[in-house]
């Protein structure tokens, strides 16, 4: 288990990847931008970008409407 910031607050997490974080969070795959310490993660590098202890990880989703 890895205690990272998320969205500015402290979580534990088990997921060991970007991937698993997001699906760890009930969050949807469309629509979403994760970055890590201030990086941009594309979304065909989460599987392969590895979560570490304090960490963070900022993700917003994009909203529609007017």
Do not use: K, Q, Y
Not at 36 to 63: F, Q, Y
Request: net charge negative; charged share 15%.
């Amino acid at each position: 288990m890895i205690e990272v910031e998320f969205n500015g607050s402290s979580v534990s997490s088990l997921a060991t990847s970007v991937a698993d974080f997001v699906e760890e969070r009930s969050l949807p795959r469309v629509g979403v931008a994760v970055a890590i310490n201030g990086s941009v993660i594309p979304r065909s590098e989460w599987a392969v970008t590895a979560l570490l202890h304090a960490d963070v990880i900022e993700i917003v989703t994009a909203a529609a409407g007017g």
